[in-house]
């Protein structure tokens, strides 16, 4: 079993800043040759994709993200990272990683509240 765990999230002002961590753990067999990915779910809303990284390190993102949003990873430290600038209310939402066909468990995940 793989186990998921998001931080980074928190409080922050309309056009700020915040970087994501997830690391996973547990059996996986070798954490470079998964597609990664950022999901996030709005309060009364479905979890939805923000954006993916494949194993060769190439991002895809969210049209409601895009050029604002990067994800990068680390595999030797089995991590995702979700880097956010130029933050807007609409983000505010619990962040998530998982696979991008969402194999793995959900972890917690991490708030982002994002004041105006």
């Known amino acids: 079993q793989v186990q998921l765990v998001e931080s980074g999230g928190g409080l922050v002002q309309d056009g700020g800043s915040l970087r994501l961590s997830c690391s996973a753990s547990g059996r996986i067999s070798s954490f470079s040759w998964v597609n990664m990915a950022w999901y996030r779910q709005a309060p009364g809303k479905q979890r939805d994709l923000v954006g993916h990284i494949t194993s060769a390190g190439s991002a895809n993102y969210a049209d409601s993200v895009k050029g604002r949003f990067t994800i990068s990873r680390d595999n030797a430290r089995k991590t995702v990272y979700l880097q956010m600038n130029n933050l807007k209310p609409e983000d505010t939402a619990v962040y998530y990683c998982?696979?991008?066909?969402?194999?793995?468990?959900w972890g917690q995940g991490t708030q982002v509240t994002v004041s105006s």
């Open positions: 998982n696979t991008f066909s969402s194999d793995w468990s």
